[in-house]
């Protein structure tokens, strides 16, 4: 009987064609399928299976397929527009959805050139006419582009691109963009125009390069094309569904447009009989499908962008362009990995521990609270964006405590679920100097009482009165504190509640506090070596410098014990461990 072998390599589903430049980076560590041709609900039943989806253009990635799509993590663009992408939906399922926003500019403002200039000079008529072996030069005069006024709509980057060739020719540059950067525009010489009328009316040939949203769906209608001037030409390598095609066939028929170069239309491949087919049909209309991006140079370029920012993601880094959550810098990005592990390691340990204690009493308590203060100190405190190191706090605090099938917490969506399950957490940054401390940076996590705040009191206040010092373990109304610190790219936890002492968060770790007498030790390690339980490291974390004073008056000092062992430790040994006299509650985590 053949044994049926299952890939454990990540899947990446293609299901279009994207160049092999990029696909090169992806083989050897995850499973690529390139499957081209599926029809949506072939897609839809396969989906469930992978990690990664990689399209250009033409795959419509809908809530339907997202719902279905039980690992995805990533859906990459091999190019620049979204519009076939719900990124909504993704952002709901926390899925991160990446493109390439520069990788097909050039492309793009070089075909719309070849577009204008063809539509000037009537190249697809004369080729055509030519091929059919006529001989009609008189019918195909053209124009020239040089001293004619190019009206671009979009002065983004593939507008002002096409801006910067165009001025080569000596054309005059005017622009409709409420949103243009003005110093871009001026250095490209373009005369940026305060109204879209004021563009049409001016304008020899009209470019549009704006991505199509609801102000720019249907922006050329009828009423715009009766403003411009016979003789203008129209281009568009940016959507379809910015024109009106039919108005735009009803023109060029009655000659109020001269002619138009069209590379995108309003369905892709356009039906028959539609007003895309007439449009395509029309003798004055030069015509090409979607063929913007389409260069070797363009598909190289997106397709390694995109497959690197799968690896990142597939690996738990951060992607550099990611359409549905903020861009992180590289260097931003290498200050802050480490940090993003020690923030996930303090929220899994807080709700660890604080889920699952057991008190000398015998009873589980579970004191996890809802609303955290994280604050930033040092260098941390300078970061433009803490947005990864709150979604790994969200991940720590609720992985543990969550059903992770189908859902990841990641920088898109970690914000959301917090608040589904009613977690406030207020971000701090604090600059004082830490030139003193063994790191530059130092985190603190304060989980707040349940109290007012404008009444919060700091729980090191609290602790120096005797009362306070009978139960280490903070009271309902205070905070719960844990700390941490990355010291050579290694995450520390240097104080948990009122006691201070550096340990790794990782692996298993069984948290006893105890009273500091003499034999605690001893006891522990033998009741583990009973149970098969290998300790691994063991750290005697004292009370906090700043608390200890007064405590050991009333009842000895306290300390907490950290150690680090082998394997899980079973709630029968944990509740052996607590009956013993001086041992006040234990945790077990595993980080
Ligand atoms: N045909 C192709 O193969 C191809 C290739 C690349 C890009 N594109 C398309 O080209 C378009 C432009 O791409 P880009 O990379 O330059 O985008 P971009 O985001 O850099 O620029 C778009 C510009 O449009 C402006 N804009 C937005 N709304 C506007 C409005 N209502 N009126 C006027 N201006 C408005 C923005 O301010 C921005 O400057 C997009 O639609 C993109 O999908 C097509
Ligand atoms: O948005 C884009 O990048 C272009 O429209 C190119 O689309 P394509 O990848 O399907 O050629």
Known sequence: MAIPVHS????????????????????????VDEKKGLSADELKSIIGDYEALIVRSET????????????????????VGVDNVDVESATKHGIIVVNSPSGNINAAAEHTIALMMSVARNIGDASSSIKNGKWERSRLVGVEAKGKTLGIIGLGKVGLTVARIANGFGMRLIAYDPYANKNLAAAASVTLKGSLAEILKDADFLTLHTPLIASTKGMIGATEL??????????????????????LVEALDAGTIAGAGIDVFTSEPPQSDSSASRLIAHPKVVATPHLGASTKEAQENVSIDVCEQVVSILSGELPRSAVNAPIILPEEFRTLQPFVTLLEKMGSLYT?????????????????????????????ANLNTTKPLFAALVKGLLTP???????????VNAELLAKERGILINEQRSRENVEDKPYSSFVTLRARASRSPSHARSDLSRSNSPSAARSLRPQEDEDQVIQGFVSGNKPFISRLDRFKGEFVPRGTLLIA??????????????????????IKFMNVAPLHEDIDEGVADVEGSEALMILGVDRPVGEDVVKKLISEEGVLEASVVTL
Do not use: W
């Open 8 to 31: 454990q390599k990540p899947k990446i589903l293609i299901p279009e064609k994207v160049s092999p430049d990029g696909l090169a980076l992806l083989q050897g560590q995850f499973e």
């Open 60 to 79: 419509k990635v809908t809530a339907d397929l997202l719902n279905a799509a039980r690992k995805l993590k990533v859906v990459a663009r091999a190019g």
């Open 226 to 247: 009766a403003t411009m001037k016979p003789t203008a030409r129209i281009l568009n390598v940016a959507r379809g569904g910015m024109i009106d095609e039919t108005a």
């Open 352 to 380: 660890q521990h604080y889920s699952t204690h057991l008190t000398a009493s015998g009873a589980a308590s579970k004191s996890f609270r809802t609303t955290f203060d994280i604050t930033y100190e040092g260098a941390l």
């Open 401 to 411: 405590i969550t059903s992770t099938d189908g859902l990841n917490i990641n920088i």
């Open 513 to 534: 506090r105890n009273y500091d007498s003499c034999g605690k030790i001893g006891f522990v390690g033998s009741l583990l070596g009973k149970a098969g339980v290998n």
